[in-house]
C-alpha cells in the first residue's frame, strides 16, 4: 500500500482543514488507518484512528471535539477535519496503514504496528 497525504496549508487559528490520505492498491479496506503529527523538535504523536471498516475511531486528547477521522473506502481514502485550529497544532501531519489482521486496535498509538506511511502534509496555523 501506497500512501499519499495532502491537503495541509497555512490557515489562521480557529480555521479548517480537510486533511485527505488516499491510498494505492484494492485491499484498502483491510487497513486501520491512522493519522500522526510531528511539530519542530518534538516527537511524532498520535492523533486519530479509524479501524478497516470506519466503525470505531479514537481522537487523541489535545484534539478531541475538534477533529474528526473518517473514510471512504470505494475511494480508498482517510479523511481528517480538523477544526478550531490552534497555533498548538502546527505539525508535519502522516497517515499511516496497519494490516488488520496483525493490528491490536487497543494499542492503536504504537507507531511500529503501522506498516505502511507516507510522506506528510504540513499543516501550519498562524495567531
Known amino acids: 500500500v501506497q500512501l499519499q497525504a495532502s491537503g495541509g496549508g497555512l490557515v489562521q487559528a480557529g480555521g479548517s482543514l480537510r486533511l485527505s490520505c488516499a491510498a494505492s492498491?484494492?485491499?484498502?479496506?483491510?487497513?486501520?488507518v491512522g493519522w500522526f503529527r510531528q511539530a519542530p523538535g518534538r516527537e511524532r504523536e498520535f492523533v486519530a484512528v479509524i479501524s478497516w471498516s470506519g466503525g470505531t475511531t479514537a481522537i487523541a486528547d489535545s484534539v478531541k471535539g475538534r477533529f474528526t477521522i473518517s473514510r471512504d473506502n470505494t475511494k480508498n481514502t482517510v479523511y481528517l477535519q480538523m477544526n478550531s485550529l490552534k497555533p498548538e497544532d502546527t505539525a508535519a501531519y502522516y497517515c499511516?496503514?496497519?494490516?488488520?489482521?496483525?493490528?491490536?486496535?487497543?494499542?492503536?498509538?504504537?507507531?511500529?504496528?503501522?506498516?505502511?506511511w507516507g510522506q506528510g502534509t504540513l499543516v501550519t496555523v498562524s495567531s
Open positions: 492498491g484494492r485491499t484498502f479496506s483491510r487497513y486501520t
Open positions: 499511516a496503514a496497519g494490516e488488520r489482521s496483525r493490528f491490536y486496535y487497543s494499542d492503536y498509538e504504537r507507531q511500529p504496528q503501522y506498516d505502511y
